[in-house]
Each structure stands twice: as C-alpha cells, then as structure tokens.
C-alpha cells in the first residue's frame, strides 16, 4: 500500500460527459502529479501541484483541469469526454516538489468512454 | 512525448535466468529511476540513480547509468515468477520540478 488513495477505482460514462478522480497523497506528502496511461501513449504526464500551486504542465487537454485543495488532496476534471480519454488516470505523491525524488503512486482510476 | 525508449519491448525468460532492460533517453537528467508495475495496478518505485552515480545495488536489482550514451540499465538477477511485471524508466530533468518522464516499457514474463 503506496500511501495514496485515488476515487473511483473504474467509472464509465458516455461521449460528452464530465467526470472528476479524486486523489489523496501520502500523509505529509506536498507535491500531487497527474498521469495518464493508455496503450498507445503509454504514461503521459499530466500536471504537478505543490503545496496548492501549479507547478509544471505536460500533455493536458484544454478540456481537462486539476486543482489542489488546501488539505492537499487533488481533483483532476475531465470534461467533454471522447472515445480517445479512455485510459488510466494515476496519481502519485511526493514530500518535495523538485529535483525528481520517489514517486508514491495510486491504484488509478479505470476511465471507459462509451 | 516520451523521454526514453526501452528495450526490450518484450522478454520471456525461465526463473532462475537474469533478466536485463535498456532504456535510452534523450535530454540531460538529474537522475533516472526504475518502477515497476503489475498488470493493470499502481508503479512501485524500484531504485533511483543519480546522474553522478555510474551503478547502483539493491537486492537482486542491479541498475547502470551511462550520462554519456544517455542510457541506462536495470538487471534483476536469479529472476523469480513474481518478477512478472512492467518495468518503466523514468528521467528527472534538471528543470525545478519533480515530474518524471516515462519511457514506453518493457513486459516480463518469468515462467516458472
């Protein structure tokens, strides 16, 4: 058990709609990091968050976004769902935010698009 | 896009065998790291080398670093079925930010 707590586990949805995954890091951990895996694409970073702040951006579509609460718990929002974002969504944790320390990761959340 | 490649995409061995994984990147690291990842669950971190570091050891996990050819190693010795897994590298750049970047993989099978 890596520490981190992603909800939920599987979610299916249809084309069009908007769903939100909810991580919870490691307790004490301040950095939360959004990635995206699919077979074809293979692990994409989404985003970084320390401590509430946006910290780097990768591969993100404009109609998704993520936030980072004061209880340092995040929320990624996936919006105007298509076939292709089917994927799984991991969230991982960190206690620093730079220079690349271990990341703790989640079980993911199982996205199907139908 | 993907910072490494890996190679092999595929490995099937017999436990007991060694088994041993490239990953090549392309930019300039802080350090590279190995996770691995069971069928369908959560990266667990392996070992992490910095880029000063030319070869690091853990258990049956033996891990090279070649800042030169910009590639990297991970050997798991004596291999057991339960080795069965992905295994992803992942580079840290030198930009003030802990995001890795992952490579595409490589799928081992250890039959027993």
């Known amino acids: 058990d890596s520490g981190v707590t992603q909800t939920p586990k599987h979610l299916i949805t249809a084309t069009g709609q908007r769903v939100t995954l909810r991580c919870s890091p490691r307790?004490?951990?301040?950095?939360v990091y959004w990635y995206q895996q699919s077979l074809d694409q293979g692990l994409q970073f989404l985003i970084h968050?320390?401590?509430?702040?946006?910290?780097a951006k990768g591969n993100i579509l404009e109609r998704f976004s993520a936030q980072q609460f004061p209880d340092l718990h995040s929320e990624l929002n996936l919006s105007s769902l298509e076939l292709g974002d089917s994927a799984l969504y991991f969230c991982?944790?960190?206690?620093?935010?730079?220079?690349?320390?271990?990341?703790?990761f989640g079980e993911g959340s199982r996205l199907t698009v139908l | 896009s993907q910072q490494g490649e890996e190679d092999p995409q595929a490995l099937s061995i017999q436990e007991g065998e060694n088994a041993t994984m490239n990953c090549s990147y392309k930019t300039s690291i802080n350090n590279l790291q190995w996770y691995r990842q069971n069928s369908g669950r959560g990266l667990v971190h392996l070992i992490l080398i910095r880029s000063n570091e030319r070869e690091k050891h853990s258990g049956r996990l033996r891990v090279t670093l070649d800042t030169s050819k910009k590639s990297s190693s991970l050997l798991i010795t004596a291999s057991r079925a339960a080795d069965t897994a992905s295994y992803f590298c992942?580079?840290?750049?030198?930009?003030?930010?802990?995001?890795?970047?992952f490579g595409q993989g490589t799928t081992l099978q250890v039959k027993p």
């Open positions: 307790s004490g951990d301040l950095s």
């Open positions: 992942a580079t840290s750049g030198s930009s003030n930010t802990g995001k890795l970047i």
């Open positions: 991982a944790s960190s206690l620093a935010g730079g220079l690349g320390g271990e990341l703790f």
């Open positions: 968050y320390y401590n509430g702040e946006e910290r």
